[in-house]
């Protein structure tokens, strides 16, 4: 399948006309943005330090992809989040059944950064599938892989944020993460094969997970949260593009009407924004922030942000002045205000937004019937739509064995330690006469089916040590 690039570099959110011919388009023109391999040579020229400066998120300092000011999370306020959210994560089963509101709360508050990644392993429900698939992933890197596909993915590696620590360097361990997990799920998914659209979702989960943690999250988005998003035929973006513009209509009547009367697709400017998860497009603090909620909530975060950005660039007359033409409209919608994107602002937007899973179902219904009537059937039969943690929690209840903390010490097999006092007891009985009391299959002398043992059945120490010793889960923060 070809692959030629049609859009901007982040910030840019449309795809191209092509996007429409049926095939998955890639989402930038080589040299035609900030993706390409600048910088990505100076680690192999030597270059220092001082040329590697970084912010708090890996990006270079100097390059677009940079963070400005940050508004801080006190650090006192930070160690309770990270408290609140240890609790949560070592009583997965118990929060997600009984305070699921609560998880949501805190998502929109933005997980600890130290604890990001394995909260979304848990929240996409990755974690399970990993533990239900030990070894799989191990499996297909040790495949070859279909050259067609391998080819178009060596040639988006450094493309993928080169101005982020972890993918600067040609053939660095970044990059060959990426084409670790990117070629995996082509043989997870053979009928699939590889979108373009995957590489910088894949990019942002290694930022925060190692590979065999990232592959099975990049499964549940494509397979939970966005099924038929990387088909061959778009078709289920091109479905989501028409519900975006529905929900448009009753949420800011203005931009709808303009974008109407300029007969622009919204293909044309939701396709990076939606199949990429705005990972392209805003700011990295905001994009974390989008993700704690997409990653607990579902689609309906992507349709939130997606109306927020579309109403505040093009929700007033005002707005509209200097949008007179199709061309000036998808200018000003490549080029979004910093301040719409701000992460403060925008996730406030986002949570006051009255817009529901059932409204996008219920809208997706109409769509669909709209799409045979003009289309037929869809070609791509993809899995029903997930709505976030809780229905996915739902839709595959995890084993207790996959959420089971791991002992950091396990306590060889043996014989359990006997107090000082017991066994002076013990030794006082050997001496005196056998009685009843201590004679063979009495209480207290070990023996097989003795009552004792019937009451109290003795606890191997390695089921000891997973009771009582920290987990290494807990230790496990992935930054």
Request: overall charge positive; charged content about 25%; aromatic content about 8%.
């Amino acid at each position: 399948m070809a692959k030629s690039r049609g859009g901007g570099g982040p910030g840019s959110p449309g795809g191209c006309h092509h996007s429409l011919a049926g095939t998955r388009e890639s989402l930038a023109e080589p040299g035609g943005d900030e993706l390409s391999s600048l910088g990505s040579d100076s680690e192999v020229n030597g270059g220092g330090p001082e040329e590697r400066r970084v912010d708090k998120f890996g990006f270079i300092v100097g390059s677009r992809s940079a963070e400005g000011p940050l508004e801080e999370v006190p650090l006192e306020v930070l160690r309770q989040r990270e408290s609140k959210w240890l609790d949560m994560l070592n009583n997965w089963d118990k929060w997600m059944a009984k305070k699921h509101k609560k998880i949501r709360l805190r998502c929109q508050k933005g997980i600890p950064p130290s604890l990001r990644g394995r909260a979304w392993q848990y929240l996409s429900g990755s974690k399970v599938k990993l533990e239900q698939n030990m070894g799989k992933f191990d499996e297909l890197d040790l495949l070859p892989g279909d050259p067609k596909w391998l080819d178009v993915i060596e040639r988006d590696l450094h493309r993928q944020f080169p101005f982020h620590e972890m993918f600067v360097s040609r053939g660095g361990h970044g990059q060959q993460d990426l084409f670790r997990v990117l070629k995996a799920y082509t043989l997870y998914r053979p009928e699939e094969g590889y979108c373009q659209a995957q590489a910088p979702i894949a990019a942002v989960l290694l930022m925060h997970m190692p590979a065999e943690q990232a592959f099975w999250c990049l499964v549940q988005i494509c397979e939970k949260y966005l099924p038929g998003y990387y088909s061959e035929k778009l078709e289920a973006i091109q479905l989501d593009g028409q519900i975006l513009f529905s929900l448009l209509h009753k949420v800011s009547p203005v931009a709808y009407k303009h974008l109407s009367k300029q007969k622009i697709d919204p293909i044309l400017y939701m396709t990076e924004w939606f199949m990429c998860a705005f990972s392209r497009t805003l700011p990295w603090s905001s994009v974390l922030r989008v993700w704690d909620m997409f990653f607990c909530e579902g689609v309906k975060i992507i349709f939130r942000v997606g109306l927020v950005l579309l109403k505040h660039t093009l929700g007033s007359s005002d707005k509209l002045k200097s949008c007179q033409g199709q061309y000036e409209t998808m200018e000003r919608l490549r080029a979004l205000s910093p301040k719409i994107m701000q992460e403060t602002f925008l996730v406030q937007e986002v949570i006051e937004l009255p817009v529901t899973e059932r409204q996008i179902e219920r809208e997706h219904l109409i769509q669909l019937k709209k799409w045979r009537e003009t289309h037929g059937e869809l070609q791509c039969k993809s899995p029903p739509r997930l709505h976030g943690a809780k229905a996915i929690s739902e839709a595959e209840p995890p084993t207790r064995k996959a959420l089971e903390p791991v002992p950091s010490i396990i306590v060889p097999p043996g014989p359990a330690p006997v107090p000082k006092a017991r066994k002076s007891k013990e030794k006082s009985r050997e001496k005196g006469p056998t009685s009843p009391a201590n004679g063979p299959g009495a209480e207290g002398n070990g023996a097989p089916g003795s009552a004792r043992e019937l009451l109290h059945p003795q606890v191997s120490p390695h089921h000891q040590s997973k009771e009582s010793l920290s987990s290494r889960e807990s230790e496990d923060t992935y930054l």
